[in-house]
């Protein structure tokens, strides 16, 4: 737990990294140097002697369920009637700046497949394909809210509207993890699930709606883990329970300043940890090079994928000059939603560890080059704007 909380701080604050790689994407970066290809190679004894498995074991059990409240607290905030308002907008927008970086990805994971060493033990190549073309394609919503309140557009309309757009991709990303990890051995179970969550997700809204929302908090916690625990108990991830059961609550059932200090306290308490155990998962053992080259590839199928998709939203939708190039690279961003997403993945043998490796380089990189990309644009825009009023 020292090392866990300490080194990214002190890399953070005395490297002052902020600008390029804000706390949250050093901690990921910190997990990966602690992690067995870098700290693990390099010393082998103190790997070995603080790495145990008992310590890993309780590391990752404190991982998951600070992902799970963290999925849920993303599922209460999606935005939905506003996006159904401006559906013609949201929908083109949030269609291809999903949908061309998805074709993009696949193609990348098409190439990757070539060669041996990618596809897990128990994964099948659509899966495979499937499952890295959504990685590339995913927007991490809570990194893009921290983004945004960072370059002071959050509040702005362009802020509201990009919120929208990761909102509706928010619900595919889900649903086609839901469709990669069905078990048709189990397909039965799956459907028992999904018809007892509709039922008993009506009836827990309006107990919701009835409750003072001092209790709506602890009840929204009994009603994460019984999800969690059903969609696991159906053959799908408990993740996606996760995301099931935020997706059911509305964001005015609960003081906004809570839900941000909450969102807050869970990444300073306990999601460091997951930070860590995420870097112990990667693995270089087809070597350094095969993994980098791999990285780069899914980096640029996924960058170019998404700043093609929404310049083609911009032109049909006759966006201004430069919009679509500050949504664009503001949507690209990966970090946290695409780790998890990559760590279900790798845990049902989807992907190998290696393959594990080159997404998290991806969305490591991805998300660094998000503000120095977008704040310059930004400034430019003001200056014009300023300039024509």
């Known amino acids: 737990m020292i090392l866990i909380f300490a080194v990214p701080w002190l890399i953070w604050r005395v490297g002052r990294t902020e600008y390029y790689a804000p706390l ?6 910190t997990g990966i140097l602690l992690g067995p290809g870098v700290l693990g190679q ?55 700046a999903l949908g061309t970086p998805l074709l993009f990805g696949g193609g990348a994971a098409l190439v990757m497949l070539l060669t041996d060493g990618w596809l897990g033990a128990h994964g099948e190549r659509w899966q495979f394909v499937l499952g890295v073309g959504m990685a590339c394609a995913v ?21 509201q509207r990009i919120l929208r757009y990761a909102s509706v991709d928010d619900i595919a990303i889900w649903g086609v993890l839901a469709l990669i990890l069905m078990d048709w051995s189990r397909v039965g179970k799956q459907l028992v699930f999904l018809i007892a969550f509709i039922v008993i997700g009506w009836l827990f809204r309006k107990l919701m709606a009835w409750l003072s929302e001092r209790d709506r908090w602890y009840v929204a916690l009994i009603w994460l883990a019984v999800c969690g625990f059903g969609a696991d108990w159906a053959g799908l991830h408990f993740m996606v329970g996760a ?21 807050h306290h869970v990444l300073l308490v306990v999601m460091p940890v ?27 199928a996924s960058v170019a994928g998404k700043l093609i998709g929404v310049r083609i939203a911009g032109r ?3 966006w201004a000059p430069g919009e679509a190039s500050i949504i664009g690279w503001l949507l690209q961003t990966k970090a946290l939603i695409m ?40 400034a430019r825009l003001r200056e014009l704007i300023g300039r024509s009023a």
């Open 339 to 378: 780790i998890i997403f990559a760590n279900i993945l790798l845990d049902r043998e989807i992907i190998t560890s290696e393959a594990f490796t080159a997404l998290l380089l991806m969305a490591v990189a991805s998300t660094m080059l998000t503000v120095p990309m977008v704040a310059p644009k930004l």
């Open 243 to 263: 995301f099931l059961a935020g997706a059911v609550m509305e964001a005015e059932w609960f003081d906004q300043e809570r839900m941000d200090l909450l969102r």
């Open 274 to 300: 997951f930070f860590l155990s995420t870097g112990l998962r990667t693995n270089w053992t087809l070597g350094g090079e095969a993994v980098f080259v791999a990285a780069a590839l899914l980096l640029v």
């Open 42 to 96: 390099i010393f082998p004894d103190y790997y070995n002697f603080v790495f145990t498995p008992p310590v890993i074991q309780s590391l990752n059990g404190i991982a998951w369920w600070a992902v799970m409240i963290f999925v849920m607290i993303a599922g209460i905030e999606l935005d939905l009637k506003k996006a159904w308002v401006h559906r013609r907008e949201s929908g083109i927008t949030a269609g291809l």
């Open 316 to 318: 049909i939708l006759n």
């Open 24 to 29: 949250v994407v050093v901690q990921i970066l």
């Open 139 to 159: 927007t991490a919503l809570p990194i893009l809210i921290l983004f945004m309140e960072k370059l002071e557009v959050l509040r702005q309309p362009v802020g």
